[in-house]
């Protein structure tokens, strides 16, 4: 078994009453009404994505915030019950989300991991997030994945309305991005007076941001102004790494996305400058954790992939795991994660936290591939329910 958190694994069962973790270990009781025989294979807690975008059935920001969002939500949900088989048990959704998505999750309706979400991302006018071509003069009315609200006042309106509607926390964009097409990747979006109003708003309902950032000026605009959650963090350098430190700010890579999107690009039909932008952070990201780790910043794990690029979530997997080996990636996947999102009852095989596990058919730190291998045998548990 590994915990979540212990630099070795653990032998020994776990015993499970009422959905949470009764006792762990040797000492734990070996006999229960149900027994899942897991001898010879490793127990880990459920994973968790904190990057993940349910509404995201595309590429084309257009294109989904026009589409009817009956049909994005189920979808939505077919990429939730996906995500799940691949035993990721707890999803932060960073752009979109609503009650009604929720509510149908907590109601069973679908099968779905924990589903945590922001609702909308916020954008400036022009930023990463506004969809609109430099040429177009349609207006993105609806907001499935994100609006554009621009100024304080706008601004606070907008983050108590997300709360209003059972947002987990706020998800903003603080630089440019690969898919949107009018912003330099590079430069910081949003004054500081928007971001702070952002953040404070937060901070008073008890919650956080997330902040869409890649460079060294967006990520130092973003912490110095209360942002908790770094997204992406690609173009991070060692002086900004020891800023984010100093704040006490994650970074959730993503590691995922910019490598699909190089090899599937043609598939995807990406355009030129997305092409070009995404060429500018792909080698990027992993000096980025390395950097990260070193300042003592905690990093956590997302993958933030669009449309058919939601195949690629196990890759993300691998790709983290090379970068970190295997106990440290499973600990950004598991109780990182779960800090990350004020969870310490998830992420964990400790008595009390909820029983969201992973059960894999061999030991992972000697072969590493159980971990992102979809033809290898995996039980996910729910709450203390197998699932299939």
């Known amino acids: 078994m590994f915990d979540g958190v212990s630099d070795e694994l653990i032998d020994g069962p776990v015993h499970v009453v009422d959905g949470r973790i009764a006792e762990v270990g040797p000492g734990a009781a070996a006999t229960a009404d149900r027994v899942l025989d897991a001898r010879g294979g490793t127990v880990l807690p459920g994973l968790i994505d904190a990057h993940f975008h349910a509404y995201g059935i595309g590429l084309d920001g257009l294109r989904i915030e026009s589409t009817p969002l009956s049909y994005v939500a189920l979808a939505g949900a077919k990429r939730l019950s996906s995500a799940l088989a691949r035993g990721f048990t707890t999803v932060r959704d960073v752009a979109g989300g609503d009650p009604g998505l929720a509510t149908a999750i907590d109601q069973g309706l679908i099968a779905s991991p924990r589903y945590l979400y922001t609702g909308a991302a916020l954008s400036q006018t022009g930023g990463h997030g506004d969809a609109r071509a430099a040429d177009s003069d349609l207006c993105a009315c609806h907001a499935h994945t994100t609006e554009v ?42 004054s500081p007076d928007e971001v702070r109003a952002v953040t404070e708003e937060a901070a008073r309902r008890g919650s ?40 006490d700010a994650f970074l959730v890579p993503t590691l995922a996305t910019y490598d699909a999107m190089n090899r599937r690009s043609d598939e995807m039909g990406l355009a030129a400058v997305s092409r070009a932008k995404n060429l ?82 061999g030991d992972p730190v000697q072969e590493p591939s159980l971990l992102w291998d979809s033809s290898k045998r995996r039980i996910v548990v729910q709450a203390g329910v197998p699932l299939g």
Do not use: W
């Not at 987990?168 to 912003?183: E, F, N, R, W």
């Not at 912490?223 to 800023?243: I, Y």
């Not at 070193?294 to 691998?318: I, K, S």
């Open 149 to 190: 609200v621009d100024g304080v006042d706008a601004l606070r309106q907008a983050v108590r309305d997300r709360f209003r509607r059972g947002a987990h926390a706020i998800k903003i964009m603080t630089s440019g991005g690969v898919m949107s097409l009018t912003d330099p990747i590079r430069i910081p979006q949003y």
């Open 280 to 361: 500018e952070v792909l080698d990027h990201g992993r000096t980025a954790i390395e950097l990260a780790r070193a300042a003592g910043v905690r990093v956590g794990f997302g993958t933030d992939l669009m449309g058919a690029l939601e195949d690629e979530q196990l890759h993300g997997v691998r790709l983290q795991t090379e970068v970190d080996g295997v106990l440290l990636a499973l600990r950004s996947m598991t109780s990182v994660n779960a800090d990350l999102l004020r969870r310490p009852d998830l992420g964990r095989v400790e008595e009390g936290c909820v029983a969201d596990l992973l059960v894999l058919d």
């Open 208 to 247: 956080y941001v997330a902040a869409h950032a890649y460079s060294p000026e967006a990520i130092r605009h973003s912490v110095e102004n209360g942002v908790r959650s770094v997204e992406h963090g690609n173009l991070l350098d060692a002086e900004t790494a020891k800023v984010m430190a100093e704040h």
